[in-house]
Structures are given as structure tokens and as C-alpha cells.
């Protein structure tokens, strides 16, 4: 007892201790519920059944009800059109602002902040938000549209089947954007200015230093931030849940809330939890693409 009292007098026993706590959280709120999300992937799992271990094993036969599900192809597109246009926006007006701000001007800082304001509300209340702004009788945007004659008649963003999920795109591309701009800009102060200023002096333009300098140098950074947006967008529910519930007609559902209807409305657990194991797999091959691409990064 004395013995272990003193090791933890001296600090050489509060780093292992702070170890075994965090595998600890791992293991609870991590490991242990990706894995019984997988175990009842493949098990007959209903409103009777999930308060009970007596549950029938379905072998792959949820995999295959899923995948012969004649909603899985038309909102799998529709999760590609998602994660892809959002992260493209996000990454490219998250570059440009942080372009921008690596300038030198007055109040900078206090714009900053102003971006970094939305990041850090909750999807639901940004949520809220736009469905306010995109409203078809009353929303901000309509007026403005019709204030500057880009449109006669009222557009209804957030019922109409061909552009509900462009509605909530818009709206994640405006909370995801601060979030790539910070990341951006930490990799734009990395940067060398001698390096610029000897392109500079060798006649390069302002374009050819952005295509020769700036992005080969930000390798690393593009590559975390397309991973971390494919993975955030992926996970992604909140906004669906406030704007459009994946309606009308399930024209902007995609699979993370599709998951959270099959196991929580329709009481077909077994088939949610085979949706969330598809996108875990997916996430799986986003950061293992991830590392791979910083290793070889570190290697050369």
C-alpha cells in the first residue's frame, strides 16, 4: 500500500492511470456499441424483441432486404450527391475565406470570429435557422431572390422533390464552411513567405504561386480536411431532422437519417443497424485512405 501510495506521490503512476481511463471510454461509448450495432445487423430484431437477448439469428438475410429495398439506390445517390457537393463547397469557400483573411486588414480577426460563430451552434438550431430563411411563404431568401429579379415566383426549397436536398446541402455548406477555413488557414501559415517571395521575384503571377506553391504544400491539410468532411457529412442528421425530414417522397433522404427511420419508425431494427454498418465500413475506408495518404506524405 505504501509502495503504491508513493508512486502516485511521485507522478509515475497518474499517466497509466489516465491510459486505462481513456481506453476505458473507448471501450464503453466506442468499441462496445459498434460492436452490438454489428451483432444485431444479423439478427431478427423488432419492437418485441429488443428489450430480450431472445432474438433469431438472420444471417445475412437483413444485408440482402436492405439491399433489394427498392428505396437503398435512390437515396445511396442521393447520399453520394450530398456528401460529395457538400464537401466540395465546403472545401473550396473554405479556402478561398481563408485565402482572404491571410491578408492583413483591419477587423479580420473580429470576421473570423463572426464565421466561427455558426460552426459552433447545434445542427438543429442551424437548422431552424434556414428553414425560416428557405421558407416558401415567407422566407428570407425568396424575397431577396424576387428583390433582384432572379426569380418571379415563389420557390418552395423545401417541398419541392427536385431541390429539397439541395436545400439542405445549402444549409450544410454554410455550417461546415468555418470549420474548413480554420483547418485551411493553419495550413496557409505553414507556408514559408520566402518561398512566395522568391516565386514573386522569378515572375511568377499570383495564380501560378496558388497552383505551384500553395496546394502542393497544403497536401497534407486538403487531405485532412476531405476526410474529416466526408466523415462529418456522413454523420450528418440534425439538419435532415429539421428541414426536411427526408421528404417529400423521400426526395432528400439519405442514409443516416434512412438508418434512424427503419430502426425508430418502423421498428426494423435489425435493418437500421445493416444501414449504419455500411456507412461505418465507408468511414473505415475514408480515414484508412487517410493515414495512408500522411504516411506516404511523411515517407517522402
Given at each position: 500500500?505504501?509502495?503504491f501510495?508513493?508512486?502516485?506521490?511521485?507522478?509515475?503512476?497518474?499517466?497509466s492511470?489516465?491510459?486505462?481511463?481513456?481506453?476505458?471510454?473507448?471501450?464503453?461509448f466506442?468499441?462496445?456499441?459498434?460492436?452490438?450495432?454489428?451483432?444485431?445487423?444479423?439478427?431478427?430484431?423488432?419492437?418485441?424483441?429488443?428489450?430480450?437477448?431472445?432474438?433469431?439469428?438472420?444471417?445475412?438475410?437483413?444485408?440482402?432486404?436492405?439491399?433489394?429495398?427498392?428505396?437503398?439506390?435512390?437515396?445511396?445517390?442521393?447520399?453520394?450527391?450530398f456528401?460529395?457537393?457538400s464537401?466540395?463547397?465546403?472545401?473550396?469557400?473554405?479556402?478561398?475565406l481563408?485565402?482572404?483573411?491571410?491578408?492583413?486588414?483591419?477587423?479580420?480577426?473580429?470576421?473570423?470570429?463572426?464565421?466561427?460563430?455558426?460552426?459552433?451552434?447545434?445542427?438543429?438550431?442551424?437548422?431552424?435557422?434556414?428553414?425560416?430563411?428557405?421558407?416558401?411563404?415567407?422566407?428570407?431568401v425568396?424575397?431577396?431572390?424576387?428583390?433582384?429579379?432572379?426569380?418571379?415566383?415563389?420557390?418552395?426549397?423545401?417541398?419541392?422533390?427536385?431541390?429539397?436536398?439541395?436545400?439542405?446541402?445549402?444549409?450544410?455548406?454554410?455550417?461546415?464552411?468555418?470549420?474548413?477555413?480554420?483547418?485551411?488557414?493553419?495550413?496557409?501559415?505553414a507556408?514559408?513567405?520566402?518561398?512566395?517571395?522568391?516565386?514573386?521575384?522569378?515572375?511568377?503571377?499570383?495564380?501560378?504561386?496558388?497552383?505551384?506553391?500553395?496546394?502542393?504544400?497544403?497536401?497534407?491539410?486538403?487531405?485532412?480536411?476531405?476526410?474529416?468532411g466526408?466523415?462529418?457529412?456522413?454523420?450528418?442528421?440534425?439538419?435532415?431532422?429539421?428541414?426536411?425530414?427526408?421528404?417529400?417522397?423521400?426526395?432528400?433522404?439519405?442514409?443516416q437519417?434512412?438508418?434512424?427511420?427503419l430502426?425508430?419508425?418502423?421498428?426494423?431494427?435489425?435493418?437500421?443497424s445493416?444501414?449504419?454498418?455500411?456507412?461505418?465500413?465507408?468511414v473505415?475506408?475514408?480515414?484508412?485512405?487517410?493515414?495512408?495518404?500522411?504516411?506516404?506524405?511523411?515517407?517522402?
Open positions: 500500500m505504501l509502495r501510495n508513493r508512486i502516485f506521490r511521485d507522478g509515475g503512476g497518474f499517466d492511470v489516465l491510459v486505462v481511463l481513456a481506453l476505458g471510454y473507448l471501450v464503453a466506442s468499441a462496445f456499441p459498434l460492436i452490438y450495432n454489428l451483432v444485431i445487423s444479423f439478427q431478427s430484431v423488432d419492437l418485441f424483441t429488443i428489450a430480450t437477448f431472445n432474438r433469431p439469428f438472420a444471417g445475412l438475410q437483413n444485408y440482402r432486404d436492405v439491399l433489394h429495398d427498392p428505396l437503398f439506390w435512390p437515396i445511396l445517390r442521393h447520399t453520394v450527391l456528401v460529395t457537393l464537401v466540395c463547397l465546403q472545401l473550396s469557400i473554405g479556402l478561398a481563408a485565402l482572404f483573411f491571410q491578408q492583413d486588414f483591419p477587423g479580420a480577426s473580429w470576421l473570423r470570429g463572426l464565421f466561427l460563430a455558426g460552426w459552433i451552434m447545434p445542427g438543429l438550431v442551424v437548422g431552424a435557422i434556414w428553414g425560416w430563411l428557405l421558407a416558401g411563404d415567407f422566407g428570407v425568396n424575397w431577396l431572390l424576387q428583390s433582384i429579379g432572379l426569380t418571379s415566383q415563389r420557390i418552395f426549397w423545401l417541398s419541392d422533390p427536385a431541390i429539397s436536398i439541395y436545400a439542405v446541402i445549402i444549409a450544410n455548406v454554410w455550417l461546415g464552411v468555418p470549420f474548413n477555413m480554420i483547418l485551411l488557414s493553419v495550413g496557409l501559415a507556408i514559408p513567405a520566402d518561398v512566395y517571395e522568391a516565386a514573386e521575384l522569378d515572375g511568377a503571377t499570383r495564380v501560378q504561386r496558388f497552383f505551384t506553391i500553395t496546394l502542393p504544400m497544403m497536401r497534407a491539410q486538403l487531405g485532412a480536411v476531405i476526410s474529416l466526408i466523415i462529418f457529412t456522413l454523420q450528418q442528421f440534425d439538419l435532415f431532422a429539421a428541414l426536411t425530414q427526408g421528404g417529400p417522397s423521400n426526395a432528400s433522404n439519405v442514409l437519417y434512412w438508418s434512424w427511420e430502426a425508430f419508425r418502423e421498428y426494423r431494427i435489425g435493418h437500421g445493416v444501414v449504419s454498418v455500411l456507412m461505418i465500413v465507408v473505415i475506408f475514408v480515414a484508412i485512405a487517410y493515414v495512408r495518404s500522411t504516411r506516404h506524405e511523411h515517407v517522402v
